[in-house]
């Protein structure tokens, strides 16, 4: 069975850091791509930053703009977790993050992935 758990999100000011986890299970790791997606009320979930040793994401990671040179995805091989350290947090980071996996993927596109973490809530204060 296919499990994705998040864990690390919380309350936190303006400028300050969080790193959500993603411990995954059930699947072979090295075939997947892992993505870290997040929702804010009223709004479609879009994709934050996706990692993958599939040809086609850039350098095997990607980050949306609005993240970029503040957020960075990183996997761990040997315990089967994905993280995503986020710094310079904003207000506009609030939202419920959510971790998934896509079988051989190439994009971070949320309807791309299949199996999904329930998600953990972010709330960054101004």
């Known amino acids: 069975e296919v499990q994705l758990v998040e864990s690390g999100g919380g309350l936190v000011q303006a400028g300050g850091s969080l790193r959500l986890s993603c411990a995954a299970s059930?699947?072979?790791?090295?075939?997947?791509?892992i993505g870290w997606f997040r929702q804010a009320p009223g709004m479609e979930r879009e994709g934050v930053s996706c990692?993958?040793?599939?040809?086609?994401?850039?350098?095997?990671?990607y980050y949306a703009d609005s993240v970029k040179g503040r957020f960075t995805i990183s996997s761990d091989n040997v315990k089967n977790t994905v993280y995503l350290q986020m710094n310079s947090l904003k207000s506009e980071d609030t939202a419920v993050y959510y971790c998934?996996?896509?079988?051989?993927?190439?994009?971070?596109?949320?309807?791309?992935?299949?199996?999904w973490g329930q998600g953990t809530q972010v709330t960054v204060s101004s």
């Open positions: 998934a996996a896509d079988f051989l993927g190439r994009l971070c596109l949320p309807l791309e992935y299949d199996y």
């Open positions: 059930g699947f072979t790791f090295d075939d997947y791509a």
């Open positions: 990692i993958s040793s599939m040809n086609g994401m850039n350098g095997g990671t």
